[in-house]
């Protein structure tokens, strides 16, 4: 079937056996249980809903130009069990408008979809993965606990103006420091226009540096389940300020 072809395949773009040796000797007996446990969900996650979320996408595959390509990371998928402990840790007020800044085949979409956002958008620019994000969320609204409805945008983030009514910002290290830098001087622009709070959900974050000095977070902590590390930035709109905020760690496995 389908599904057992997207299995395998995902097995063998993953390596994981040798993955799991590695883990092992780098990372120790706990950290690799964890990690092979949230692996195991996301497969069961894609065999019950019918989505496609965990094989992933070279950069060659894309269908975009070698300029664009130039700053963009491979496509891999966030895992659903700790997107959804974070997401229900952060405990947004309702009607917030929740954003995935490169968002591929819609994994974080689908599972912010359950939470009472006023709308959940995922921009890529990649116009075959936002067609598998729109399938994955087709599956996944007749199977799943959707509150909010999905938006997906095909479009280059350079080209994307951040809204006045964007409120949360999630990023798995979706592109470098020089698409990054772009992003946030639209958000920052963006509170100018409409002061509010934001939220920033970063993944991976090789490029921290870039969002503390431009935004000036008032909070910046780490949460971390399951062996996976999100760094969390809230942001006030008196963001203009002097102080580097310390980095709290803040982690739990429960």
């Known amino acids: 079937s389908e599904k057992l072809r997207l299995f395998f395949q995902s097995l063998k773009e993953r390596k ?10 780098e990372r120790g007996i706990s ?7 949230s692996t195991i969900i996301e497969y069961l996650f894609d065999f019950r809903y ?19 390509k130039s700053h963009a990371v491979l496509y891999q998928p966030s895992p659903s069990a700790a997107i959804r402990r974070v997401l229900r ?8 408008i929740f954003v995935d800044l490169g968002c591929g085949k819609g994994k974080v979409l689908l ?22 994000a729109r399938e994955n969320f087709l599956h996944y609204r007749m199977k799943g606990n959707t509150r909010s409805n999905v938006v997906i945008i095909h479009s280059d983030v350079l080209n994307y103006s951040i809204e006045d009514d964007e409120d949360v910002f999630y990023l798995f ?7 990054l830098q772009h992003v946030v001087d639209g958000i ?40 996976q590390d999100f760094m969390i930035m809230e942001v006030e709109p008196e963001f203009v300020q002097n102080r580097v905020p310390e980095v709290l760690h803040k982690s739990s496995h429960a």
């Open 89 to 96: 840790a952060l405990n947004f007020p309702h009607g917030k």
């Open 173 to 179: 290290n979706p592109f470098d420091d020089y698409i």
């Open 31 to 37: 950290t690799t249980i964890l990690s092979g446990y």
């Open 188 to 227: 920052a622009e963006s509170i100018r226009r409409r002061k509010r709070k934001i939220w920033i959900i970063y993944r991976n974050a090789q490029h921290k540096d870039t969002i503390v000095k431009a935004l000036k977070p008032t909070q910046h902590f780490i949460l971390s389940f399951y062996g």
């Open 16 to 25: 994981l056996l040798a993955r799991l040796v590695k883990s092992l000797r």
């Open 50 to 68: 019918g989505t496609d979320t965990m094989t992933w996408v070279e950069l060659d595959d894309l269908d975009v130009d070698s300029e664009q």
């Open 111 to 132: 599972i912010a979809s359950e939470f009472p956002f006023d709308e959940v958008r995922g921009i890529d620019f990649s116009e075959r993965l936002c067609e598998i």
